[in-house]
Structure formats: structure tokens, C-alpha cells
């Protein structure tokens, strides 16, 4: 690896944390067309949870996935997580589930979170260079063993 000056290792350092942050919300839909293809939520009723149980597991408030459609009284969701009363989270591999409307108390939509990713990627920043700065030790030059093992070297 090339040597890089310590502004370039922290600007990198940065741009990798902050590629790597990245937070998001559910938010009621405009309408729901909007869900279409998106990564959504559907929070269950407590009937609900009993109803789907048997295909979904016990216990389950929440199931996430992709939208696939809303017709006939009925939800169509690509399963990719379940969230258990307990909080506890499941991953899902896409299975279909079918729920119907009075199953379902809310529909939300996954949308970015700008103010929540650069909080996160601040904190994570600051993390980055705390630990750059104790790793590098103190009176270090940026040079790597001069070989002397800390004597003076001739004169």
C-alpha cells in the first residue's frame, strides 16, 4: 500500500465511513402506488399476529419486505424481515405472503433519512479518527522503525 499523508488517510478513512452510514425511517406512503417495488412495513394487529402465525411464526408485529401489490382487500409483500413482540428481528428470503387490509393497523414506506445518516456518519467519523490518532501513539513522526531500537544511531 502506497503512503498515503495523514489528511489523505483521514479523508479516505471518512469517505469508506461514511459509504458505509446509512440510516432510514418508515413513513406513512402518499398513496399507494408510491409503494410499488419499495421496501415497506406492514405492523400486524394483535389478530393478525394470531391469523398468520401458522405461516409467519408466533409472535410477530411487524413483517418488512418488498411491496409486490394491494388488490382485492389484500396486501402482497415479499417477506425480508419479521419483527417479533419481543423485538426481536428475523430474516426472511423473500418468501410471499398474502395479508388482508383488517390484519394490517399501518402501512409504511422506507425512505432515507439524511439527518439521521449524517449524525450517524459524524459519530463514526469522529470514532475513525480517535482511533487513527491512539493507534498512531504519541511523538510518532509517521515513520515505521528506524531500526535503532529507541538508542542514538552513530555519530
Keep these: 500500500m502506497p503512503f498515503l499523508p495523514p489528511a489523505a488517510r483521514l479523508g479516505a478513512a471518512l469517505l469508506a465511513t461514511l459509504g458505509n452510514v446509512a440510516c432510514y425511517s418508515y413513513l406513512p406512503p402518499r398513496n399507494m402506488a408510491e409503494l410499488q417495488g419499495k421496501r415497506a412495513s406492514l405492523a400486524l394487529t394483535d389478530s393478525g ?62 425512505a432515507f433519512s439524511a439527518p439521521r445518516s449524517l449524525f450517524a456518519g459524524a459519530l463514526a467519523t469522529i470514532g475513525v479518527a480517535a482511533l487513527i490518532t491512539a493507534l498512531r501513539g504519541k511523538g510518532d513522526n509517521g515513520s515505521f522503525g528506524s531500526g535503532t531500537g529507541g538508542k542514538p544511531g552513530p555519530q
Design 49 to 110: 399476529s394470531v391469523m398468520l402465525a401458522p405461516r409467519i411464526g408466533p409472535g410477530i408485529t411487524a413483517i418488512e419486505g418488498t411491496f409486490l401489490g394491494d388488490s382485492a382487500g389484500q396486501y402482497l409483500l415479499a417477506m425480508l424481515v419479521t419483527r417479533q413482540r419481543n423485538g426481536a428481528d428475523a430474516d426472511w428470503r423473500g418468501d410471499h405472503v398474502v395479508v388482508a387490509h383488517p390484519l394490517v393497523t399501518s402501512v409504511e414506506i422506507r
